[in-house]
């Protein structure tokens, strides 16, 4: 009969709903927890300099295994962690941990890092960053942040304000995704951002789609306009190796010349620096 079958949908979907909200409150507790617990850590992937394929830095990406859900992709979690407002203390332990492991290694290896647009708009954010430099000695320019375009999103003025402030340290500022966004050409002028990241999506179908092979070209025009480097993320092949030391690319990362590293192996990498090329 219609109105009892009418009644069974609806409670069907209330549990549904219901059980998604269990879920939820069920996930955010375990990331609280995480927090708590330092369930977190970094990996390393390697960035090469396009015109010698030479060992110029590293990006630090966070990585979260949970002792049941086991490895939780970064971007299922921090946006949660946004949210909930867990980011600005994940933040600082990557912030904390990364000048650590920079620190370790010998010049010129850069540590880059991901901020993100709620860290930005925290004033403190500056004087966290300083704070860990002096704290490992470490000169600011082996220190980078990685930043989306996100950050210009409904921003009051102060994230300019910051950014230049992480400058004046000597960090380096990339755009990291960058034709991925909401393109803020506009803030390029800005003397604030060092170098663009062209996001591996335009990169691995440059082969395949000519239109992107125009993108990635316009991006580089427009940084080397601005005197900004340029690294292409995402190289999974010689071929696309290729085309973007070609196309003018400084900086190559990418499954090519490896994939996120424990600290251990990318110390290996470090001490091997003397191994001249990445590839033959
Ligand atoms: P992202 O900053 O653009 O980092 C690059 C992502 O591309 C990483 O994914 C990396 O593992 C992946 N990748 C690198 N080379 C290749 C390749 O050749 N092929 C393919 N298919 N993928 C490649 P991951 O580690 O899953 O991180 C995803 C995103 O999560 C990052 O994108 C970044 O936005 C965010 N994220 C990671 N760690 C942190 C962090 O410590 N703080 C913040 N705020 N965000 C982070
Ligand atoms: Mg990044
Ligand atoms: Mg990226
Ligand atoms: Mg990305």
């Known amino acids: 009969e219609a109105k009892g079958a009418g009644r069974g949908i609806a409670r069907y979907f209330s549990s549904e709903l219901q059980s998604e909200q269990e879920d939820r409150v069920r996930f955010e507790n375990d990331l609280r927890q995480a927090v708590a617990a330092k369930q977190f850590h970094l990996v390393f992937q390697p960035l090469v300099a396009a015109k010698d394929q030479k060992l110029v830095g590293f990006e630090a990406l966070i990585r979260w295994n949970h002792p049941q859900r086991g490895f939780v992709p970064p971007n299922v979690f921090i946006p949660v962690a946004e949210e909930i407002g867990l980011m600005t203390s994940i933040g600082e332990w990557v912030i904390e941990e990364s000048c650590r492991v920079a620190a370790s290694w010998p010049e010129p290896i850069t540590v880059a890092l991901n901020v993100s647009p709620k860290q930005i708009v925290m004033p403190a954010l500056p004087n966290t960053v300083s704070q860990c430099l002096a704290r490992y000695k470490l000169p600011g320019n082996r220190l980078e942040l990685e930043v989306t375009e996100g950050i210009f999103l409904g921003d009051k003025g102060s994230t300019l304000d910051v950014l230049k402030r992480l400058r004046q340290l000597g960090v380096g500022i990339a755009l990291?995704?960058?034709?991925?966004?909401?393109?803020?050409?506009?803030?390029?002028?800005?003397?604030?951002?060092?170098?663009?990241?062209?996001?591996?999506?335009?990169?691995?179908?440059?082969?395949?789609?000519?239109?992107?092979?125009a993108i990635i070209q316009s991006i580089v025009q427009l940084a080397k306009s601005f005197r900004m480097t340029v690294t292409a993320e995402g190289v999974e092949t010689a071929e696309d190796f290729e085309r973007m030391r070609e196309l003018g690319c400084d900086v190559i990362q990418g499954y090519l010349f490896g994939r996120p590293l424990s600290f251990e192996r990318a110390n290996e990498m470090v001490l091997g620096l003397s191994a001249r090329r990445m590839i033959a």
Do not use: Q
């Open 176 to 213: 990291d995704d960058f034709g991925t966004g909401y393109s803020s050409i506009g803030y390029l002028n800005k003397a604030v951002f060092h170098k663009l990241k062209i996001d591996g999506s335009f990169v691995r179908e440059a082969g395949t789609r000519p239109e992107n092979l």
